[in-house]
């Protein structure tokens, strides 16, 4: 799948969400869902159990069991769902189209023509030289966190030993 592929059907998935609040249908919710989880595995993976959980998609916050729902609880139901679904996608949008990220069905390279300034919002900085500031062009930023980070683990290293009993213990508290 081409990069223009994906945001074009990620962008016509987004309508039909969208669509959806404006008339809930749980039929035409059931069809949509499995429309972006297939666009979405091709793109980024499957989603387990948990990516799920996290993004809280398909999880209302109430939960009609042992009946039928109302149609006033299946209305709400599909403009949750549909509304937690239309922002997974608008993220994977963003990634793909703004961020230029690459993702796994990609066809044509990894962020073909993606480079520094090729992205809007993305300025390359003097010295570049055309080639990216980062690791996957991400801006200078997330390598300025990673050294952080790493600064960070060093020093916690230096104290590792600090959570080690300095005085004997009685036999009875070794429990």
Known sequence: ????????????????????LASPSLEVLRTWLQRSDELLGSAWGSMDRYHLAW????KP????????????EETAYVREVAAQKTSALRMSLDAVERQGMPFRGETGGI???????????????PGDAGLPR?????????????ERVRRAREEAA??????????PRPERMQR
């Not at 081409?2 to 959806?20: N, Q």
């Open 1 to 20: 799948m081409t990069r223009d592929e994906l945001i074009d059907r990620t962008k016509r998935l987004i309508v039909e969400g969208d669509g959806l």
């Open 55 to 58: 993004l809280m998609v398909g």
């Open 61 to 72: 916050k109430w939960t009609v069991r042992g009946r039928p729902m109302t149609p006033d």
């Open 111 to 125: 962020g073909i023509g993606r480079g520094p300034g090729d992205v809007p919002g993305d300025v390359a900085q």
């Open 134 to 146: 980062g690791r996957f062009g991400l801006p200078s930023e997330a390598d300025d966190l990673a």
């Open 158 to 167: 230096l104290h590792a030993d600090h959570d080690v009993p300095r005085a």
